[in-house]
């Protein structure tokens, strides 16, 4: 497993706003999707949000017209913007990519690029 690292977490009032990052350890992979998912205490893995080598997006029902993903293939980084904070995204969030991942077919349970993941605290 190639390991990357988050940053951007923090706490944050309802309604706020903040902004992960997720840095690969040189390239970005140019085959399958990487993206941001994350899991609340007592809760299973949740994706958020995915993109794809074309840019194309994916989010979950949950986080759409509030998140956005984007990446920086210059600078090897992966980001998620969060607008409109809502206490139930509190979670570990975790930025993960592999290459079997793609639109026809979900996310392995163990992506071969993976995250320490980093915390998001949104008080209402």
């Known amino acids: 497993q190639v390991q990357l690292v988050e940053s951007g977490g923090g706490s944050v009032q309802a309604g706020g706003s903040l902004r992960l990052s997720c840095a690969f350890p040189?390239?970005?992979?140019?085959?399958?999707?990487m993206g941001w998912f994350r899991q609340g205490s007592g809760k299973e893995r949740e994706e958020v949000a995915a993109?794809?080598?074309?840019?194309?997006?994916t989010y979950s029902d949950s986080v759409k017209d509030r998140f956005i993903i984007s990446k920086d293939n210059a600078k090897n980084i992966l980001f998620l913007q969060m607008n409109s904070l809502k206490p139930e995204d509190s979670a570990m969030y975790y930025c993960?990519?592999?290459?079997?991942?793609?639109?026809?077919?979900?996310?392995?349970?163990?992506?071969?690029?993976w995250g320490q993941g980093t915390q998001v605290t949104v008080s209402s």
């Open positions: 993960g990519a592999d290459s079997r991942w793609s639109y026809f077919s979900s996310p392995p349970a163990e992506l071969t690029y």
């Open positions: 993109i794809d080598a074309s840019d194309r997006t």
């Open positions: 040189g390239s970005t992979p140019k085959r399958g999707w």
